[in-house]
C-alpha cells in the first residue's frame, strides 16, 4: 500500500474524444510524475509536477498536459485521443525535488486503463 | 541519454530455485538504480534502490541487487523463490543531477511453478 489512489480504475473513450485521469498523492508529496505503460512495455515518462509547476516533460506531444493541486491531488489530461493512447497510466509521488535523497523513491499508485476505440 | 536493458523477457524457475534477473544500464553520468515489481492489474511496488554507499543492496521480500559499476549492471537475486514471486519485474534508472524521471527496462516476467 502505497498511500497513492488513482481514479478511475479503468476507462473507455473513442478516438477523438477527450479524458482526465486523477490521482492522490500521499500528505506532504509535493512531486507526482505521471508514466505511460503500453501492453507489454515498461513505462515511460510522461511529464513531472512540483508544486503545481511542471518540472520536465518526456517525448510526448502538448495534448499530454497536466495539473497538479494544494491538496495533493493531480490531473492527466489527454486530447484528441488517438489508438496509440491505449495504455496503464501510472502516478507517482515523492516527498521531494531532485537532489534530495527522500526525493528519489516514487511510490506508485495502482493505475488507470484507458481503451480507446 | 540513459537507457536500460533488460536482456530476458521471461524467466521461468522452479518453486525454491534461485534466480537471478539481469539488467545493464548505459549512461554517461552516474545514476540511481531501482528495481520495481508489478503483480497482473496492479500498479508498481519498490523492491530495493541503490543510490550510494554498499554495493550490495537488500530489499523486500527476500530480494538482494548488486551495483557494478564497472559492468553497468544491477542484477536483481533471489536464493529460493516462491509461486507468490511470479510477477513482472522492472529495473529502472534516473540521473541524480536532474528531476526523477525514471526510465524503465522492458520488464522481465518472472514465473514461478511448482
Known amino acids: 500500500e502505497t498511500g497513492v489512489t488513482q481514479s478511475p480504475t479503468h476507462l473507455i473513450k473513442t478516438r477523438g474524444q477527450q479524458v482526465t485521469l486523477r490521482c492522490s498523492s500521499q500528505?506532504?508529496?509535493?512531486?507526482v510524475s505521471w508514466y505511460q505503460q503500453a501492453l507489454g512495455q515498461g513505462p515511460q515518462f510522461i511529464f513531472q509536477?512540483?508544486?503545481?509547476?511542471?518540472?520536465g516533460r518526456g517525448n510526448f506531444p502538448p495534448r499530454f498536459s497536466g495539473l497538479q493541486f494544494p491538496n495533493y491531488s493531480s490531473e492527466l489530461n489527454v486530447n484528441a485521443l488517438e489508438l496509440d493512447d491505449s495504455a496503464l497510466y501510472l502516478c507517482?509521488?515523492?516527498?521531494?525535488?531532485?537532489?534530495?535523497?527522500?526525493?528519489?523513491?516514487?511510490?506508485f499508485g495502482p493505475g488507470t486503463r484507458l481503451l480507446v476505440l | 541519454a540513459q537507457s536500460v536493458t533488460q536482456l530476458d523477457s521471461q524467466v521461468p524457475v522452479f518453486e525454491e530455485a534461485p534466480v537471478e534477473l539481469r539488467c545493464n544500464y548505459s549512461?554517461?553520468?552516474?545514476?540511481?538504480l531501482f528495481w520495481y515489481v508489478q503483480y497482473p492489474n496492479q500498479g508498481l511496488q519498490l523492491l530495493l534502490k541503490?543510490?550510494?554507499?554498499?554495493?550490495l543492496v537488500k530489499g523486500i521480500n527476500g530480494f538482494e541487487a548488486e551495483f557494478n559499476k564497472s559492468q553497468t549492471s544491477f542484477h536483481l537475486r533471489k536464493p529460493s523463490v516462491h509461486i507468490s514471486d511470479t510477477a513482472e519485474y522492472f529495473c529502472?534508472?534516473?540521473?541524480?543531477?536532474?528531476?526523477?524521471?525514471?526510465?524503465f527496462g522492458t520488464g522481465t516476467r518472472l514465473l514461478v511453478s511448482p
Open positions: 541503490y543510490l550510494s554507499g554498499s554495493t
Open positions: 507517482a509521488s515523492s516527498p521531494g525535488l531532485a537532489g534530495d535523497l527522500l526525493a528519489e523513491t516514487q511510490y
Open positions: 529502472a534508472v534516473s540521473d541524480p543531477a536532474g528531476f526523477q524521471k525514471l526510465v
Open positions: 549512461s554517461s553520468v552516474s545514476v540511481y
Open positions: 500528505s506532504g508529496h509535493n512531486t
Open positions: 509536477y512540483y508544486r503545481e509547476e511542471e518540472n
